[in-house]
């Protein structure tokens, strides 16, 4: 029998990867698109008048099937696939896109969405200045008057939380913003252009993975060797291993490319590979992306015009806390302003040192900048990221990052071998709470393989949520990363980035598995996208604390702790080349922008374009026949489209928060508690802004991100 039709008797009825099949998908697609069209028919056809239960939570609580179908299948096609995967989700995203806007777009059902929330609009039951259960028009509460709450709670409309409030305005807002509200032949041109677009997304990610794969530099002369440290070389020769060669292979996975980027003393074979992988997808063959780039971008403009926006941007920012593309732009240039005068003295700095090895006529080129920078950090501070890997065995990191949660906020970690993985590399750990209680499961699968996309991210696949019998569903959250695998001599040794990065993915697992909402769709991470990064980015500031390195970093062979002298070099180079690393960020927010912004079509070469869109913010040469754009995954097909600005925005605010515990300690667990109660189990249920004000006391500003980044000092102050 198909596995999504079985019961799964597994604990914490964890999905069953050890039974599942690929021929189980579609007819399970299949079935849970036809469940859910019933479930919507029966909520259309329902004599009773609209109600907030008999529409709006009824349409939250359908399409269960549907939901756990597509979870399963779209995140292990981007941890775990094969050619089929692939064919099977180009055939289905379609169709599933298709589905999606059928309901979207069907009439009767928004008119009982809309009268629903008309009712509660006209009797003034949607404004913020509401009272919360929790904050009961004290300080926290946005109210003006008591009795301004006690005049609208005498109408006859049962009262609504403020989550329910937030989901009634979500669903309404979700019809208006699909084009419920528009004429037939537009709501069917925007059913088309959801149905090209998932098309698009899948193709790009494909190809880019594809093309990443194709690609080997197999070394077989020793010589080419010179300057790797000893943990690339055996991951090299590993990797030619698997593949049944003689010799070494380097790959465009980061964790055997940045190695070689970083060490290699042999120029050309530095320039192949970064050419090699700053081209791919440009090729004029059928993994060429530049076309898809222009499709997706076009598309992008159409939907929004026709749904009333002037660009896509404008679309995307209305549900966004800056809201409008002049507060995106505006924070980008303040942080040109702010760094772009360091970031050239780094980078004179970096050519200075190059032309010191090299003589005076060395030309510092793109593929030399990891190179010269890291013999310059060795020559500043006595430090790289190879001093530090025999002190980062993963084991002992995630036993570090564990223990950091448990030191914070109580909760525990248990692996448990019976609960069936996707992969042999993946682990399964149970999550505990402060008292016992079952919190999440937590899948963490580590390495890089062919079946699995570049780069690192937290997904789910359960999301937490309340049901109708007030049982508390907890999530179960998936950590998936891409670090240095072990070898046949050494265990996995990580660099204090890699460390850095398993914090980032870490941090949104928390806010996933804290959740406490009623609604899946508001819990955990399903929040605004510039502010789903501050639970991440804030982790990160852990990373380099000398209390949390203690507890973990130590010789994976001797067992040393990391000396005391090395942690101090890694302060001291915290922020070495800190305002290059900025402008590298807001330059691609600036390209992102800069598509998502057009109102006409983009005609032009796609290559042109990026180098005038980022210009301001890029501050070394270009190298004709890169591009950049065909391998934006974040932007082309990863959510992020006119929203890659958010990492630097939720910066602002990690740093910020950051500032807080740095007041109270890092590890104040009273501290730690207000940021769960306050913005890590809230999800979606509140204005961001308002979670955050109701953690710190105030907004934030961007002086603590200059602080930390040593671009402002502490007598200064930016207003």
């Known amino acids: ?86 064919e099977l989700a180009e055939k289905m995203s379609p169709i599933l896109s298709d589905h999606a806007n059928t309901i979207m777009h069907n009439p009767k059902l928004f008119e009982r969405v809309k009268a629903v929330y008309q009712q509660y609009k006209k009797a003034g039951l949607l404004e913020k200045a509401e009272c919360d259960e929790k904050s009961e028009c004290d300080e926290k509460s946005e109210c003006d008057e008591k009795s301004e709450c006690d005049e609208k709670s005498s109408t006859s409309l049962p009262p609504l939380s403020v989550e329910e409030r937030q989901l009634l305005n979500d669903t309404y807002l979700g019809f208006v913003r699909s084009g419920a509200d528009l004429p037939k032949d537009k709501r069917d041109r925007l059913k088309a252009i959801d149905n090209e677009m998932s098309r698009l997304d899948q193709q790009f990610s494909q190809n880019k993975l594809k093309e990443i794969n194709a690609f080997q530099l197999h070394i077989t002369d020793s010589a080419d060797l010179a300057g790797l440290p000893q943990t690339a070389i055996e991951a090299a020769r590993q990797a030619a291993k698997d593949k049944k060669k003689d010799g070494w292979i380097i790959t465009l996975h980061s964790p055997s490319m940045s190695p070689f980027m970083t060490y290699s003393s042999r120029r050309e074979l530095r320039q192949q590979l970064w050419m090699a992988y700053n081209t791919i997808c440009t090729h004029n063959d059928k993994r060429d992306n530049r076309e898809i780039v222009r499709k997706i971008v076009n598309l992008s403009l159409e939907q929004a015009q026709i749904l009333g926006y002037n660009c896509y941007a404008d679309y995307v920012l209305e549900e966004r806390m800056a809201k409008n593309q002049q507060t995106v732009y505006q924070l980008l240039h303040q942080l040109i302003e702010a760094y772009r005068p360091t970031a050239l003295k780094e980078l004179e700095a970096i050519r200075e040192h190059a032309r010191q090895l090299e003589g005076d006529d060395f030309e510092l080129q793109p593929w030399d900048m990891a190179y010269y920078s890291n013999k310059l950090q060795e020559s500043l501070f006595n430090i790289n990221s190879e001093m530090l890997r025999p002190y980062l065995e993963l084991s002992k990191v995630k036993e570090g990052v564990f223990n950091l949660a448990t030191r914070l906020y109580g909760i525990t970690f248990r692996l448990n071998r019976d609960i069936p993985v996707y992969h042999p590399d993946v682990d399964a750990y149970e999550v505990f709470d402060r008292g016992g209680s079952f919190l999440a499961l937590l899948y963490c699968d580590f390495h890089p393989r062919e079946g699995k996309k570049s780069g690192a991210w937290m997904t789910s696949f359960r999301g937490q949520s309340i049901d109708e019998k007030g049982v508390n569903h907890r999530p179960h959250v998936s950590l998936v990363m891409n670090f240095t695998k072990p070898t046949d001599t050494k265990p996995a040794l990580l660099t204090l980035g890699e460390v850095e990065t398993f914090l980032h993915e870490f941090g949104h697992s928390l806010h996933e598995m804290f959740s406490q909402c009623k609604y899946e769709e508001l819990s955990g991470t399903n929040v605004y996208w510039d502010f789903v990064e501050l639970p991440s980015q804030f982790m990160e500031n852990f990373c380099i604390e000398r209390d949390f390195l203690s507890t973990f970093a130590r010789h994976y062979e001797t067992g040393e702790p990391i000396p005391p002298d090395l942690i101090d070099r890694i302060h001291a180079s915290r922020n070495f080349c800190v ?141």
């Open 1 to 86: 029998m198909n596995i999504f039709f079985q019961k799964y008797n597994t604990p914490h009825n964890a999905f069953p990867f050890d039974k599942l099949k690929l021929e189980d998908y579609e007819p399970a697609m299949k079935r849970g698109m036809e469940s859910e069209l019933k479930e919507m028919q029966q909520l259309i056809d329902n004599p009773e008048a609209p109600t907030f239960h008999n529409t709006i939570e009824a349409m939250e609580r359908s399409g269960e099937l549907l939901g756990e179908v597509t979870e399963i299948f779209f995140n292990l096609t981007s941890a775990e696939t094969n050619d089929a995967m692939d």
């Open 579 to 719: 305002a290059m690393g900025c402008l590298r960020q807001v330059s691609f927010a600036l390209l992102d922008m800069a598509y998502y912004t057009l109102h006409q079509p983009l005609t032009g070469d796609i290559e042109a374009f990026e180098q005038q869109a980022w210009r301001d913010a890029v501050i070394t040469p270009h190298i004709d026949g890169t591009c950049m754009s065909v391998q934006f995954s974040h932007i082309m097909a990863g959510g992020y489209a006119a929203g890659y600005y958010s990492y630097k925005w939720a910066e602002v605010l990690d740093a910020d928060a950051f500032d807080v515990f740095k007041q109270h300690g890092i590890f104040d667990s009273q501290t730690a508690q207000r940021f769960r109660d306050c913005i890590l189990s809230r999800g979606a249920t509140e204005h961001p802004m308002t979670l955050y004000k109701r953690f710190k006391g105030s907004e934030p500003t961007i002086d603590a991100l200059l602080r930390r980044n040593g671009i402002l000092h502490d007598h200064d102050d930016m207003g």
